[in-house]
C-alpha cells in the first residue's frame, strides 16, 4: 500500500521506511490554526485538516496526517519561535512529567475517515541554564514540538517515557501500520 504524507517532517519519512511502508510527500499547506484547546482536540483537529487538503488533489488515494504537540499541565506547547521561546519551553519541561499527542488522519480511497490521537507520558531530567542554552545551541529543538528532539541529542535531555516511543518521535507507527494494513 502506498500513501501520500501529508507532511514535510523527516521524522515521519523515516519511520515510515523503518516500517516498509510506501509513501510519497506532499505537504498540506495550511494555517495550523484551531479553536479546540484540549490538546487530544488539537492534535487530531490539525491532522484531520491537513489531510482533508491534501486529500482535495489526490482523489482514490490512502492519505496519511499528523500533527504532534507537547503538553504541560494541559498547555499545548508547539514548535519555538526563536531561541528565547525554546529557551523558555525547555525551562518549563525541567524535571516535569509531561504528555506527547499526536494526531492522526487516515482518509482512505473510499473517503472514510480515520481519525485518533495518542499519548505518551514523558518525564525530563532537572536540567541546569547550561544544559538548555547548550542544546539550543545545537539548532535541534528549533522545529521541534516542545522545543526537543527525544531521537537525537534530546533524548540525553530525558529521565524516562511511558508509551509509544515513535510517538514522541512524531508518528505512533506500530498503531498506524495496523490501521493500513487491517483494515
Request: glycine share 6%.
Amino acid at each position: 500500500m502506498k500513501v501520500i504524507l501529508a507532511s514535510g517532517s523527516p521524522r515521519r519519512r523515516e519511520l515510515l521506511e523503518q516500517a516498509g511502508i510506501e509513501y510519497e510527500v506532499c505537504p498540506a499547506d495550511i494555517e495550523e490554526a484551531t479553536n479546540e484547546v484540549e490538546p487530544y482536540r488539537v492534535v487530531e483537529d490539525l491532522s484531520r485538516q491537513k489531510a482533508m487538503a491534501v486529500a482535495k488533489s489526490h482523489k482514490g488515494e490512502t492519505i496519511l496526517a499528523a500533527d504532534t504537540v507537547v503538553a504541560l499541565d494541559d498547555k499545548v506547547l508547539g514548535k519555538p519561535r526563536d531561541e528565547e521561546h525554546a529557551f523558555e519551553m525547555l525551562s518549563e519541561l525541567s524535571g516535569r512529567l509531561h504528555q506527547v499527542f499526536t494526531g492522526v488522519t487516515i482518509v482512505y480511497p473510499d473517503n472514510t475517515i480515520n481519525t485518533f490521537s495518542v499519548c505518551t507520558d514523558v518525564r525530563m531530567y532537572d536540567l541546569t541554564e547550561k544544559q538548555i542554552r547548550d542544546y539550543i545551541a545545537t539548532k535541534e529543538p528549533m522545529d521541534k514540538a516542545g522545543a526537543y528532539g527525544i531521537q537525537g541529542r534530546g533524548a540525553l535531555l530525558i529521565e524516562s517515557i511511558q508509551g509509544d516511543y515513535n510517538n514522541v518521535v512524531g508518528l505512533p507507527l506500530a498503531i498506524v501500520y495496523r490501521e493500513l494494513y487491517n483494515r
